[in-house]
């Protein structure tokens, strides 16, 4: 099968397109034939080796977790699914190896769930990961009807999703992005406020009560705020600085596989819910070029390979 491939850590020059065996099937484990692959800037950290500590990488690998394609062969015990159907994954195994740029790849039956005919493959490779995170992130920070949330990285990936959840579940969202995004927020629900200097200032103006959730997706030093607009015993959450746990007594966030809640998001984006901004696709032939773009870091949306 064709794959992208690194067959050692470093930058994007570590690509190539190459041949690789048809991935090995277990027992709980769905090969499927991929449509479109999502990509997150969590695959090129574990590329240029950043996350060795934390997650093993087997060589030569294949990037990317996110997959959206059709089943091409079932494991002994995948009665859930059948070959031809339609599905989509955060396909997240404990090594990195078998990633989703490629031809075939193999998805625990545990990560997937059907795809909804009212969602492309595009829209569905693009929500996995992104989705999760910001749902996951929304139910532990407890948020609700009448919840006054700030969200900083309002207008990425992650955010993008945070805002519209939060939105459905009755909250009124403050979210902090560069002013070239604030239109986009406000289409989305949200009442967008510059980040950087200023910052506690714009957000007081908004919100003089303070906030009861914060939710950070940005990571860097979006947190150095948190004291001065959190209302007492209001809650925080991040996905990219500790400090939220370890400072605020908040939750760090590490998105989990979770096929039910995963179904429940591409539901939404099937009936028109939930919006999935896809900034760009590319062939697997220019892997190499979509993750470049990616890194560049100023993409609205989601990049989406398709094979």
Not at 229 to 246: E, F, N, Q
Not at 253 to 274: N, S
Not at 279 to 307: C, M, N, S, W
Request: avoid cysteine; aromatic fraction near 6%; hydrophobic fraction near 45%.
């Amino acid at each position: 099968m064709k794959a992208l491939v690194y067959r050692d850590f470093g930058g994007s020059d570590r690509f190539e397109i190459t041949d690789l065996p048809a991935p090995h099937i277990g027992p709980d484990t769905l090969v499927v034939r991929v449509v479109a692959a999502g990509l997150n800037p969590v695959d090129y950290k574990v590329r240029e080796g950043y996350l060795r500590g934390l997650i093993d990488t087997t060589l030569p690998a294949v990037p990317g977790w996110d997959v959206a394609g059709v089943v091409e062969q079932t494991g002994l015990d995948t009665p859930e699914f059948a070959v031809g159907d339609a599905v989509l994954a955060y396909a997240r195994a404990d090594v990195v190896q078998h990633g989703s740029l490629a031809e075939l790849m193999p998805v625990p039956v545990r990560t997937a769930t059907l795809k909804p005919e009212g969602i492309s493959f595009e829209q569905a490779a693009a929500l996995p990961l992104t989705g999760l995170t910001a749902l996951q992130s929304i139910e532990r920070s407890g948020l609700g009807e009448g919840s006054t949330v700030l969200i900083h990285g309002a207008a990425g990936g992650v955010g993008s999703f945070g805002v519209q959840l939060a939105k459905l579940r009755g909250a009124r969202v403050i979210g902090t992005a560069s002013p070239r995004n604030h239109d986009y927020l406000r289409d989305l629900g949200a009442e967008p406020v510059a980040y950087g200097d200023g910052l506690v200032d714009a957000a007081k103006e908004l919100a003089p009560e303070g906030f009861d959730v914060i939710i950070d997706f940005a990571g860097g030093s979006s947190l150095d705020s948190t004291s001065a607009l959190s209302k007492d015993g209001g809650r925080v959450v991040s996905i990219a600085d500790p400090r939220a746990r370890t400072e605020f007594g908040g939750d760090y966030v590490w998105v989990r596989p979770d096929a039910a809640q995963l179904g429940e998001l591409a539901a939404l984006v099937a009936d028109g819910t939930l919006r999935v901004e896809i900034a760009a696709t590319f062939p697997l032939d220019e892997g190499a070029a979509a993750y470049a773009q990616l890194e560049e870091g100023h993409t609205r949306g989601k990049i989406v390979v398709t094979v």
